[in-house]
């Protein structure tokens, strides 16, 4: 049986456009089917739009940082309309980079929406078309918890970059990634915020030391959040919406003028997808992989935020260049889904890679596990007089030395946090970071100078 395509590929988000692109190197004819705007989350709702916003809310820091150098900056302003149009000038201008390297790649485009036929066959817009292998990558899209009342008076992360003006005060619902650099980012750039979260501190699932420190620090700098809340409840007023939480030990209503965000998690799109009439298996809203992304449907494979593993664009595009590699390239290849980097843009960044000194703990006991920690004021901010501190933490296996984990909050958290990674992933030891001659002054330095 001959096929349209060697590989059929749903889903132009970075995981997706990888894949094709890499199986097109390869000589494979591919076909990939997305709709709407060329790049997916990260580039359209996610890391990109977000990460420049990141930006813009560092300014007031900086100005009080230079005032302490000896400069004067007179009157300044922050223009929301300005930011945003700016912002969403770079991401068209991107999508046009990603049409560009698609029609550079030979790879065949559909602007339309893909859906199963059966395991060979996809109908895209009115078109139909077989393939011998087909690869699900139509990421995710926000959730809104069903136990708030009056969630559907707040928006999702999604909504926030075409928002026409600046919230005044805003209401955040969520502790995780999403949730805490939002937070972060509308304080940055002016607004009141509010966070609400469900546990004891944010960012759950990170070192500890590092989330109190996080925590603490955006409090420090006038962010309301509001922990254990219990329950609840959104309600629309003539200006904007009330928000009104239960902890246990309190009941507080917060007013907020236009928006409080939903930042509760995301789940995998599959309506529509027509999955159903494959025998590809979903455990828990997400498809099923095995260690080669393949499911249920040996020749269907899927990677990015449609299966459950770390939602994060690295990940999902190192999944997809490894498919095509093992596919089309005769380079088998599997993910190493461990000691994985990842950042938080908070303000504190935070960026980690490897174990926790908890996670250590639990798989090796309290006997084998050594912690070494700097927690520090940056030279940077000594003149200014800024009292924000930077902690950096080592986890060390004691019978093999081995560098476990290694984790910082503080400017250029994500920046250092790489080229460790690289260390880290190889296996060094303590021995090896202390044999690294330090770069001074610097923070990273202090990665090779703990004792
Ligand atoms: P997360 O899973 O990180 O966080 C969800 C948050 O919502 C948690 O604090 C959770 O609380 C809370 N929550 C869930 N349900 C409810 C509810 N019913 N009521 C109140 N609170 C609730 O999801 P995000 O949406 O923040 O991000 C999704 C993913 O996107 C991340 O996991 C990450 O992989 C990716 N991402 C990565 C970024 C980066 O690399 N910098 C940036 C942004 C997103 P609890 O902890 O108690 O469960």
Redesign the pocket.
Known sequence: MTYDFELFVIGGGSGGIAAARRAAEYGARVGLAEAGRLGG?CVNR??VP?KLMVYASHFPEQFEAAAGYGWNLGDRSFHWPTLMNAVNAEVSRLNDVYQSLLDKSGVQLFRQYARFVDEHTLAVGDTTVTAAKILVAVG?Q??R????PGIEYAIT?DDIFHLPQQPKHMVI?????????FACILHGLGTKVTQ????DK????FDDELRSEIHGSMQQQGISIIDC?EQ?EIAPTADGVTVRVATPHSETTVCCDVVSLA????QPNLNGLGLDRTGVEVKQGAIAVDAHHRTTVPHIFAIG?VIDR????PVAVKAGRGLADTEFGDRPTVMDYNTIP????TSPEMSTVGLSEAEAIEKFGADEVQVYRSRFRPMYYTLPDIKVKTLMKLVVQKSTDRVLGAHMVGEHAAEIIQGVAIAVKMGATKADFDATVAIHPSSAEEFVTMR
């Open positions: 989350t996610g890391c977000k995710g926000p959730t918890p069903d136990n708030i992360s619902i969520g502790g995780g990634y999403i949730g805490s650099e609400i979260i469900r546990g944010i960012l759950r699932g809340s609840i930042a509760t998690g995301r935020d770390l939602n994060l664009t990842t950042a938080v843009f």
